[in-house]
T-cell receptor, first 113, second 116 residues
Framework: DAGITQSPRHKVTETGTPVTLRCHQT?????MYWYRQDPGHGLRLIHY???????DKGEVSDGYSVSRSKTEDFLLTLESATSSQTSVYFC????????????FGDGTRLSIL | AQKVTQAQTEISVVEKEDVTLDCVYE???????LFWYKQPPSGELVFLIR??????QNEISGRYSWNFQKSTSSFNFTITASQVVDSAVYFC?????????????FGAGTRLFVKA
């Protein structure tokens, strides 16, 4: 299994509070991704990173920010959580090369009340 | 714009039946990559296969086979002699060379129930 750890695995919080999810990899892969999974939508890309301090937006980036200060860590922050951000969040990593598959963490279930 | 459509939301079969999961994609790129992932009830996402747009050869891996047809923009997945352990959500995905392969688009998924 790819060495990807997401923390926390579960979190319940209130609307308006800040939330940070962490993704840690031990594979030294260059590319890291954050997705959210919602019923009927599959996985949708929030943000991705192609190197330390190099990040870009995905298709559903509003309300989210990311940071990558080290190769192994990719943080996803919800500055002021809203109920619409209740979801399962997956981190993924990928090797160099366009045809490389992504390997996923186990997911974080986030509930915003 | 890229798009992946998995029209079958849920499929239910009895063990040992063959089942085909459909995937239709849209892209303007001539170079692109297609993937299938499996998400069992435990929730993790597992990579199954990738195909690039220049390789239309079908592939077989045990009970799994994939049929890639550029003429119909389809990349269908067949499970032969299905087993209960095949019960999962299956996602088809597409990434385009023009986006550097970063922006992978996933279909909504097909939930497969295999009954004993």
């Amino acid at each position: 299994d790819a060495g990807i750890t997401q923390s926390p695995r579960h979190k319940v919080t209130e609307t308006g509070t800040p939330v940070t999810l962490r993704c840690h990899q031990t594979e030294n892969h260059r590319y890291m991704y954050w997705y959210r999974q919602d019923p009927g939508h599959g996985l949708r890309l929030i943000h991705y990173s192609y190197g330390v301090k190099d990040t870009d937006k995905g298709e559903v980036s509003d309300g989210y920010s990311v940071s990558r200060s080290k190769t192994e860590d990719f943080l996803l922050t919800l500055e002021s959580a809203t109920s619409s951000q209740t979801s399962v969040y997956f981190c993924a990593i990928g090797r160099d090369g366009q045809n490389q598959p992504q390997h996923f963490g186990d997911g974080t279930r986030l509930s915003i009340l | 714009a890229q798009k992946v459509t998995q029209a079958q939301t849920e499929i239910s079969v009895v063990e040992k039946e063959d089942v085909t999961l459909d995937c239709v994609y849209e892209t303007r790129d001539t170079t692109y990559y297609l993937f299938w992932y499996k998400q069992p009830p435990s929730g993790e996402l597992v990579f199954l296969i990738r195909r690039n747009s220049f390789d239309e050869q079908n592939e077989i891996s045990g009970r799994y086979s994939w049929n890639f047809q550029k003429s119909t923009s389809s990349f269908n997945f067949t499970i032969t002699a299905s087993q209960v352990v095949d019960s999962a959500v299956y996602f088809c995905a597409l990434s385009e060379a023009s986006t550097g392969g970063f922006k992978t688009i996933f279909g909504a998924g097909t939930r497969l129930f295999v009954k004993a």
